[in-house]
């Protein structure tokens, strides 16, 4: 079973920025990997993906300030978020499509 590890949250100021990380056990070139986020007392909403031939699809509510991308080489997706706000404070994880292949989540807190 391909495991995945979120890296990179913390605590960052409004207008600030991240990286988040999704590294997996094993090969990840032929996948589809999700990015989705879940902040307090809501559902999980999705955020990104990153599909096997390099493309890439935004929730509109991130469209134009996080990017996502991936280095096969070290089965590896990123997230880079940038112009964070409060409202995209949540836990977020990745998620390889059509499997039950889960990360643990990593917390990201935006605020002054």
């Known amino acids: 079973q391909l495991h995945l590890v979120e890296s990179g949250g913390g605590l960052v100021q409004p207008g600030g920025s991240l990286t988040l990380s999704c590294a997996a056990s094993?090969?990840?070139?032929?996948?589809?990997i999700d990015w989705y986020r879940q902040a307090p007392d809501k559902a999980r909403e999705w955020v990104a993906h990153?599909?096997?031939?390099?493309?890439?699809k935004y929730s509109p509510s991130v469209e134009g300030r996080f990017t996502v991308s991936r280095d096969s080489a070290r089965n590896t997706v990123y997230l880079q978020m940038r112009n964070l706000k409060p409202e995209d404070t949540a836990i977020y994880s990745c998620?390889?499509?059509?499997?039950?292949?889960w990360g643990q989540g990593t917390q990201v807190t935006v605020s002054a």
């Open positions: 990153s599909t096997k031939g390099g493309n890439v």
């Open positions: 998620n390889a499509r059509y499997t039950d292949s």
């Open positions: 094993d090969s990840i070139s032929m996948r589809i």
